[in-house]
């Protein structure tokens, strides 16, 4: 039997439909949810994102602010701009638009970011909270991948799982999330391509997930019989759009595989519309 394609769309659509009843509910409070969206520069790549954001902020009843600051903007003026924002109680969520000029530290800024306004789930604090288990605001991506994984109504509990890339935004946080599900998981990374054992770690994974942004690095006769495959990675070349995964051969072993396009990353900005409702109902109960 051919593999499923997990698509992100139905996953997606349910959490935007979750979210503007919980924006509404929120409103009825006397809390409308906000998110500022901070881009540094011009970025033609950034706009695609910025665009999908506010769209996906209108629907769910979310006001949308993109705040387009100068290109030769110092370090120290952008994070006295996001303490501006911290310090806003009108501002419920902030994410910073990457990339960022090179006089910018990016992760010494996103760690400025209030916690509880983090709606990109990348502060110390948000991630120290996935580690120990009681996550609030996670990493998007991540957790779009670990929602699209429970979906296939798989159990974690003892599963061979393996994660392919080691960032901070996905790889780390969505290992964290299938080893907090009792998952058995094995992480690799550059220097394990480089030693040449990343097929041996991918041919016993019963669940894989792929974040690298290399096409095709990961051969489709490498799949396990019957696996959930999670392709991240997404590379346009030569006019096509490529996942980190040989998705054709992979679906003739898999049981469930992400398309690339329309996989994990689709649900991504709905994940972050419920992380900014998310972050102003943490915003609430601090204030009691």
């Given at each position: ?47 695609v ?81 996935v ?90 006769d ?27 051969v ?18 991504t ?10 972050a ?9």
């Amino acid at each position: 039997m051919p593999a499923q394609l997990l698509k992100g769309k139905p996953l997606a659509d349910k959490i935007k439909d979750d979210v503007k009843k919980d924006v509404a509910e929120l409103k009825a409070k006397g809390v409308s949810p906000s998110l500022v969206a901070i881009q540094v520069g011009q970025n033609d790549a950034s706009r695609v994102y910025t665009n999908a954001q506010k769209k996906n902020a209108e629907f769910c009843g979310i006001k949308y602010d993109l705040q387009e600051l100068p290109a030769d903007m110092t370090q120290e003026q952008l994070l006295k701009h996001i303490a501006g924002l911290n310090a806003d109680p009108n501002v419920t969520g902030i994410i910073m638009q990457m990339p960022v000029p090179e006089q910018i530290d990016a992760k010494v800024c996103q760690w400025s970011i209030a916690y509880e306004k983090d709606v990109e789930g990348i502060t110390p604090y948000n991630m120290g909270l996935v580690t120990f288990g009681t996550p609030r605001l996670v990493p998007c991506t991540a957790q779009g991948a670990f929602e699209l994984i429970k979906s296939t109504g798989v159990d974690v509990y003892g599963k061979e799982v393996v994660v392919i890339g080691h960032s901070d935004i996905v790889g780390k946080p969505a290992a964290l999330l299938l080893l907090n599900s009792f998952g058995t998981v094995t992480i690799g990374h550059v220097a394990t391509g480089q030693r040449g054992m990343t097929e041996q770690h991918v041919r016993r994974a019963e669940i894989l997930v792929v974040a690298v942004g290399v096409p095709h690095m990961i051969k489709g006769d490498w799949i396990k019989e019957g696996a959930i495959v999670v392709d991240i990675g997404i590379t346009p070349k030569d006019g096509k759009i490529y996942g980190d995964v040989e998705t054709e051969v992979a679906m003739e072993k898999a049981a469930w595989v992400t398309p690339v396009p329309g996989g994990a990353g689709t649900a991504t900005t709905a994940i972050l519309m419920r992380n900014t409702v998310e972050a102003a109902k943490w915003q609430l109960e601090m204030k009691k």
